[in-house]
Structures are given as C-alpha cells and as structure tokens.
C-alpha cells in the first residue's frame, strides 16, 4: 500500500488566522504530521474565533460563517467549533506552550529538532521579537525548512502593514474590478481570495522545498507576501495594462471574453414563501449555438429572432435587452429544473447556490463531499468538509476529526518531544499545558 | 541556481484557465513542462486582452501570462500515430495532466489505462468542472456558474441586487493554485514511491471545500440554522469600504479598533470604553457617530496619506488602487515583484513575476509563453526521433512544426 505524498514529514504549525491554517491543512490533508503549537495566554484575533471568550449578545445578528455557533451558544470552549475556522483544524496534532519565556522555547527547540517544516504568518517582527529567526531554526535542525506568509512581505514600505484577505485585495487591485459596474465598492461584499492563494501555494512551496532538499539535503527560508500572492487572479487586467496601457473596470457578472448573455437571472425554488425567492441562476452562453440551442429551448420567442443577435458580437452590444428579456423567461422556472434543461441543450447553467442547500445537492451527495463528524467537545454530529484531493491510490479523508485546543498534549510532550512524566507534570503546573484559554484573553 | 523541480517532467494537456496556470506554477519553479496542444493550439490563445486589441493566436495576454516557461508541441491525438508519438513522449515524463471532458482521453486512446500500461509510475491528474463521477460529470461550466455554484457569490452585493461575481477568472485561478498541489503530491508518489494514480480534481469541489467562506456558510447553517444572507462589507464591526480624498479604503475595527484610535490620534471622543466593547460596536449609533468623524478625517486626506497613517498606527486599513497604480507602487517594485519578459509578437512588458521567494530555489522565467509548435521538432529529438522522422510525421500532419 503506497504511503500519502508528505507520509513521515513533521510540521510544526505556528500560523494564525485564515491561510496560514489553510497551507498547514492542506499539508495534513497530503499525510504530514502537522502539529499546531497554541498558547494558552495568547489568542491572535480571527485565530480559532474572532476572540477566546464569547457572550451570546456578541453572536447576535452576525453570519452564518462568522457568528453561526453551534445552537447560537458561545458554549465552554467556543475557540473549538468556530464556524470560520474549525474545519480547519482536522488531521492535525494540537498541543498548548507559553512561547513567551525561555521554559516554553526551549519545549519549542525540542520540536523542531525532530520536525522537517515550520510555518507561519504572523506581521514581521512578531516572530523575531520571540527569537525565532531562520538562523535560529538552522542552529537547531541544519535542513529545517521555514516558511513565512506576511500580508505584504518582510521587506519593501509596507512590511509592516497589517491586513485579512479583503484588504489585500483592495491594495492589489481586486476591489475596484469586481462588484456592481453601476454602484461605488462599498456595496460590494469582501472576498478572501488572498487566504486561499497564500493557503494554496504557501502548501505548494513547502512541497517544492521538500522535492529540493530530497535532492540536495539543504532546507529553505520561503517567504510568501499574501498580497503577492493573490496578484495572478487579476491576470487579465493586469495584461491588459501592461500590453495596452488599457485600465479595465468592473462589469458585474459578464463575460471577459465576450460570451452573452452571461449574468444571473431570477429563478424560483421549492420551500416555503419565504425562502422560495431570491433565488438566480446563473447561466453563460458561449457560443453562437449555444444561443441557437436556447432560443429553442425558451419557444423561439419573436424578440429572440432578431437578426442582431445572432453572433456573439451583436449580442454584446445588446446584453441589457438580453439580460432583462431572459429575466422574464427564466422568473417561473425552477432553478434546478432549469439547469437540467439548459445542460441538456450544452448549455453552461446552474444555480447561484445558498449554502444550505449545498447540503442536498445530487452531486454533492454523490461524491460525499461532506461528511458527518464529532469532535472533541461534543456540540452535535455535523457533516464536515473533506479533503478536495482524491488521489486513487493514496486516498486522502478525514483521518482525525477538527482537533480541540490542546487535546494532543500527551502525544506531542511524551512521544513527539520524550518529555517524562515528572517533566510533564512539573509543566502542566508551569501553566504550559491545558486545554482552554486563560481568563485574561479576551 | 536551478529551480526546484528541474528533475520533474509534466506532459501537460491541459487548456484555457485552471489547468494552465497549476502546470505554469510548476513550470516558473523549473519543472520541464511540455505542452502539447491540439492543431490549431488551446483554445485560450483566442482569450483576449491582446496586444493592440486585434485577436491573433500568438498575441494573446491571457495565453502568455498562464503559459510562461512552457514548452508547445502541436499533436493530433486523435490519429493513431499522434497516440503512438504521446506514448514515447510519456517514457521521458514522470506525470499527465489533462482537463478534458471525463471520457475523452480514453475515447483518443490515451486514457489511464494506455498511460498505466506504459508507465506504472506515472500518475493521471483530470482537472474537470465537476469531477469524474457524479449526476453532473458532463456539465458544462463557466466562471460564474463554477462561482455561483460552488463558491459563496450568493452572499456578494446588495440584498436588493442580484448576487454579483469576482473579477474575470478568480475563481478559477484560486482552484489551478490548488491543482498545483494535486498534481506534485501525485508526482511525489510516483517519483519516490513508483506508484501511479488517477487524481480526479474537480474545480467545483476546489471551491465547495476550500476557504473563500464556503466552507464555513454551509457548517455555519448547520450548526445555527443561519442562512446566508447578501449584504455589502466584510463583516466586522466598525468597518468597511469608506470614501476618502482621492478615492475609497478597506477598514477593520472590531477587535483591531484600538489600533484605530491610535491611527485616528487618539481624540478625545474616542476615549470612552464603549468603543473597544464588541456588543457596543456593533450598535448603530455608535456607528453613527464614529462615520461622523470618520469621513471628516477621510476626506481630508488621500488614499496614500491615510495609507501612511494606518502603517504607523498598524491599524488594518488599505487603499484601493487600480491596476497602473500596482505597478507603480513603491513597495512592490523595491521587493522585485515585477519581471521582465520578451516575447516574439509581444514586445518586451512587464510581468507579476513569482509567487514566493524561495531562498535556494528561486523562481525564474526561463522562456515566455511558447509560440504555437514551437518545440515540436526540439522535443520530438529529445525523445529519440530522428530528423527524418519529425518531417514525416509533419507531413502526415500529426504533428505541427513552426
């Protein structure tokens, strides 16, 4: 039986936040052992939750993904099933250390001896104010391989910038080519595609790094910008200046390339009155066919014959006619009906899917995209996301469930680190070791 | 000092936007990247923005800047020979990589099967909209249905408003840097274990488990029975998009206010501890009366002005540049960001350059965006076929030779 990709690589995850546990994931996911270091006197905002401790007036009116806590209660421990963040935490190793003093270093020093990988991304400075440097880490391990994924990179005027995925994005450009072409970016709403390319190709460095040292023995200081790392979804505008000196700006949900129509269109669903509206399709016609294939398919309506909308140029030049014209047609139609209908003609269609009902969706169900879990503070059995690699040989899954602030303390002092059992009661005393926040983190 | 992945070599068939951009991702770190592409090129090469907005196959910015460091061999796969030719180009490769409708490569005869039979070690990775199982493997899909569908657009825009999309191809850029990853822990199982495997990557489900909020919607809902509601911002409290001078800043407040205060000079309303009370931040006086003073210090200053002032105080606030302004933004050309490429139908321009430094493995654009065929007769030689052979196997149009 053929062993995953990272099988017998140590991590040690000393991220925060949204991409740095993201990259570590994704290498848990692959078979690294990745063993998440947490301090029990410290919680970095949007680490496990926005804060440590939670008042249930605090989760009142918030999101779904951000204040969606199990049955709307903070709960004992509500840094263990953050609705942000939890799922992020399956397949690793949890263990607690003060990191603020020479004691909690030196159980740090021990772990690294042993480990391949060190990760993180705190703003610069943050790790070198606690002595944790490149050199240090080549002091302990010589091929150590250290990964680093600052907002806006160690060097240049804003190293020390702080930012979330969002405020990368507005720096870099993203916001103002996204949203509404007709209203001011502040009724756009934020994404975070800074987290999941920094996420992504932090991973994907760390497993370059491995293929070199296997060939070298010599480990690697990687340094990852977020901000950098999310340039390349704006490939498009990007050419577009730099061969053209053309600035682009937004076109809400049409084509770059000029397929039309293209948009969402209102649909209805099945569910009660109040959850059966607001609900759209969204649908691209990319060819000249395609558009044949939809007149048909709409009854070969009288607008629709016009001669000026038969090539994908003419329709262009007419995509309101168009969008408010579909609009009307596709407003009795269910959504999902309509998708079915549309695929059959070799049309690009489907749903603008609300989350819940991602839950029930045939193609979700038939890959088993979610799958049910308990984690360590049992909250309820809830279907979890599951790895988006599947290898036929090397299957990837849920091998440990989301794992809870320090639940692998005895694994990872005893057996990772050799710690004895005087040792580790002497540093369970020290306050090292626990499971929860201390009361003075807010 | 070569890149990391000099020894890796990826027959890459793989078109338009997701497929190419995880190949180029490991082609900028040295992988010996063979695209081999059908006559008359991937399709992506008639994807605008092209130089002097005329449409011609060798001039397409969406083309070069997702192909960089690749090498082009035109095959027809569908002739029993083009077969023959993929199947000694795959004795010199370590992995396939291909984004074909499921079914279409067995159907060309070059399937798993062929390459498992002729390469135990080699894995196949398909990059497909929906995966290679499931009531929707055949669907079709765009960038807003693969959005709308599978990533969060339904809680982007205005609750009055349809659900609005990213820029261009975001979403699919996000699920080809996830297929990176895919495709070298494949590569790392073949090359160091000798096994070969099927990956199924599918871009929806790139989307469905990855982090852009989806993920959390849906375990969110379970947990709480919240449903995603569509409202602009970012969801934290005292923050947002805000006017200023020259334009418009991203702020955080919320548990990062304090930092605000300090950016703000710490004014004397400011000072009462209901500001750093996360339930009182999110009253709707207050924020009313924090925007009252906000907009009075915003308007007063540029986009850069308060940019320097958030650096200082390091509060989370960021301006909002367009794309000319990236490019000539100071931090980002002092950290070298910017590359240089030649091109022979482009000219010399500016290219965003690597994704991250490596310190003993640095990226490097080796070569730009190949022109179609360009390496057909190179790659053909170092597979073993003579001259003789190249020119026959031109002149029966299997293969294309520029």
Redesign the interface.
Known sequence: M?????HGIRVVDLTGV?AGT?ATM?LAD?GAEVIKQENPYLMQ??TRG??AHL?K??LQ????????????EPGPRPWN?C??????YRNKRSFTVDIRGPEGMDILRRLIAKSDVVMENS?PGVMEKLGITYEWLQGIKPDIIFARMPA??S????R?????G???E???????????PD???????????A???A???????V??????R???N????????QA??A??????????????????S?I??R???G?AP?????CRSPGTPEDSG?H?????V?SDRQWEALRKLMGDPEWARSGDLVTAEARAQRQDLLDARLAEWTADCDDYELMHRL?AA???????????R??DD???L??D??QPQRIYDD?GV?????????????PTGIHKPPVAFGEDNEYVYKEVIGVSDGEYARLRAAGHIRMDFDESV? | MPGPLADLTILDLTEYIAGPYATKLLADYGANVIKLERPGGDPSRGLGPFKGNSKHAERSGTFFYFNTNKRSLVLDLRAPEGRQVFLRLLDGADIVVESFRPGVLDRLGVGWDAVHARKPSAPLVSITNFGQTGPYREFRASELVLFGFAGEMYSMGGQDRAPVKMYGTAAQVESGSAAASAILGAAMVGKWQGVGQRVDFSLAESHLLGVDRRHATVIGYQFSGRKTQRRAGAGVALGGVYPCADGYVELAGGAWFDRVIEMLGNPAWLRDPKWLDPVAQTDPALIEEFEGHFYEWLLARTRREVLREALQARAICAPMFTVDELFDDPHFIARGLWARAEHAELGAFAIPGRPFLMSDSPWELRRPAPLLGQHTAEVLREAGYSEGEVQALAQRHIVEVR
């Open positions: 053929a062993h995953l990709p990272l949204w993201f994704l692959l905002p949007n926005r804060r008042t007036a605090m009116g918030g999101t779904a993904w951000g204040s969606g806590y199990p049955n709307n099933y609705p942000t963040f939890v799922q992020l703003a806006y990179g060097s240049g005027p804003y020390d910038g702080r930012a979330m969002v405020h990368l507005s720096m870099i450009g993203h916001a103002l080519l996204r949203g509404y209203l001011d970016p502040s009724n756009s709403t934020a994404t975070f595609v987290d999941y390319t996420g992504t190709q932090a991973a994907l460095a497993m370059m790094a491995l293929w070199h296997r060939q070298t010599r480990g690697q200081l990687i340094e990852l910008s950098e790392s340039v390349p979804m704006m490939a498009q505008a990007l050419m577009d200046w730099s061969l053209n000196q053309h600035l682009q937004a809400g949900n084509s770059l390339d397929a293209c948009g969402v269109y209102p607001d759209w399709i969204a649908i691209t990319g695929q070799g049309i690009a269609a489907a749903p603008v899917l609300e989350a819940s991602a839950l045939p193609q979700v038939a890959r995209l979610y909250v809830y279907k979890y996301m599951t790895p988006f690699y599947r290898f036929s040989e090397t807010p």
